[in-house]
């Protein structure tokens, strides 16, 4: 009775699709940030000039998720659909996706033209965040609160089998050239694109009156914001110790194959992580996965990797990650859905830019330090859960 109640209250070939769309978004990311420094040498410029670049493409995120979801829900409310802003996106992101590698191959690096290829780079992660928060707002149609974190759990597993490869697929990726590797990334997320334009059921239509009066929740949005950045320092400390805890307990500094299992654990672990929050609440599971990895981080420095930490580990990291878009989703009221999910992204993006200033050289920091850092950014991320739930209670009393 259950399977056919899921399946009545999820949409599953539009969510397969939006799975697909995120295996899309990201193989693109793998392919660029692979191929980014020997673009740049091979244009004249230092490689070191890669991580400048990510620097500034993450704080274009902090201030392009949220503005691009919250322009969609404007789009929303005006014109009855945000899919202007993602077919845009998809089709303007393939355009310089494709672009990249053109650039470098059929124009010479003269001085005055050497500026062209960050001018692109650029532009290239500017489409990304177009249509990212809008697509990810779908899912929203796609399944009803209580079963949307199931759908969301084959979303994740898409994009997490993808990025378990990232670790050796560098040799394979490198050796069929640029121009047929970009065209690859290109391809796919048009085809994502068009498909999920095909899929897509009309939307229903939405009361103008009615949304003019919902106003912007500050503080959820604030919390949505925090737990961004908490989860995303969180995951960033995490892989770092992680990987430096295995290398001093295997004695070797490749850790490659080790850390695919351990990537597809975590995609795999996606799917019993949304059947879990189904049945118990998604506030509840993140608060789960966050009093299990929390311990484990902090466990693993003095006894080392052994199996039932990373099981913790595993099934924690899945927990969080899985539940972050039902979170955003659910948190906020459906007229700024959008701008909800983008503030999500916002706050990864804001970590992510803010570790790169404060850590240039990771390779630096301590097992015991990552542990630390990481056991008080997911305690930063499980307290904002913990008050959004809080917040919530005390508006359904007063209600």
Not at 205 to 217: S, T, W
Not at 231 to 253: E, H, P, S
Not at 334 to 350: K, P, S
């Given at each position: ?38 673009l740049l040498t091979q244009f004249g410029f230092p490689a070191s000039l890669a991580i400048g670049l990510v620097l500034v493409e993450n704080a274009l995120g902090v201030v392009l998720e949220p503005m691009m979801g919250g322009l969609s829900d404007q ?26 590698p053109c650039v470098v191959s059929l124009i010479p690096p003269t001085t005055v033209m050497r500026s062209l290829l960050p001018i692109v780079l650029l532009a290239w992660a500017f489409a990304m965040t177009i249509f990212r928060s809008p697509a990810m ?263």
């Amino acid at each position: 009775m259950t399977t056919s109640k899921s399946h009545l209250n999820i949409l599953w070939v539009q969510v397969w699709v939006l799975a697909a769309v995120q295996g899309a978004i990201t193989l693109t990311w793998l392919i660029y940030n692979i191929y980014l420094p020997q673009l740049l040498t091979q244009f004249g410029f230092p490689a070191s000039l890669a991580i400048g670049l990510v620097l500034v493409e993450n704080a274009l995120g902090v201030v392009l998720e949220p503005m691009m979801g919250g322009l969609s829900d404007q789009a929303r409310r005006w014109v009855g659909t945000r899919f202007p802003f993602i077919s845009v996106g998809m089709i303007l992101s393939s355009a310089l996706f494709i672009a990249i590698p053109c650039v470098v191959s059929l124009i010479p690096p003269t001085t005055v033209m050497r500026s062209l290829l960050p001018i692109v780079l650029l532009a290239w992660a500017f489409a990304m965040t177009i249509f990212r928060s809008p697509a990810m707002c779908l899912l929203g149609m796609y399944a009803t609160p209580a079963q949307l974190p199931l759908a969301v759990s084959f979303v994740t597993l898409a994009g997490g089998v993808i990025g378990a490869f990232r670790p050796i697929s560098y040799k394979f990726i490198l050796s069929l050239g640029p121009v047929y590797t970009f065209a690859i990334g290109s391809f796919v997320m048009l085809g994502a694109a068009a498909v999920l334009r095909l899929v897509n059921p009309p939307e229903a239509p939405v009361d103008r009156h009615q949304a003019e009066i919902v106003k912007l929740p500050l503080q959820k949005l604030a919390l949505i914001l925090g737990t961004g950045f908490g989860v995303a320092w969180g995951i960033r400390f995490l892989m770092d110790v992680l990987g430096k805890v295995l290398k001093a307990q295997l004695n070797t500094d490749n850790i490659d194959v080790q850390m695919v299992w351990i990537g597809l654990a975590i995609a795999i672990a996606s799917i019993p992580a949304g059947i879990f929050a189904v049945k118990i609440g998604n506030r509840q599971a993140m608060l789960c996965g966050i009093c299990a990895i929390i311990p484990s981080l902090l466990i693993m420095i003095s006894v080392g990797a052994q199996i039932p930490i990373i099981v913790l580990i595993v099934a924690g990291f899945s927990l969080i990650v899985n539940g972050a878009i039902p979170f955003a989703l659910g948190l906020v009221p459906q007229r700024w859905v959008g701008l909800g999910i983008g503030m999500y992204f916002g706050g990864f993006a804001l970590a992510m830019s803010l570790f790169g200033i404060i850590f240039p050289q990771p390779q630096g920091i301590t097992p015991f330090v990552g542990a630390v850092g990481g056991a008080l950014a997911f305690f930063l991320a499980g307290v904002c859960i913990a008050v959004s739930g809080i917040s919530e209670t005390h508006r359904n009393a007063e209600i």
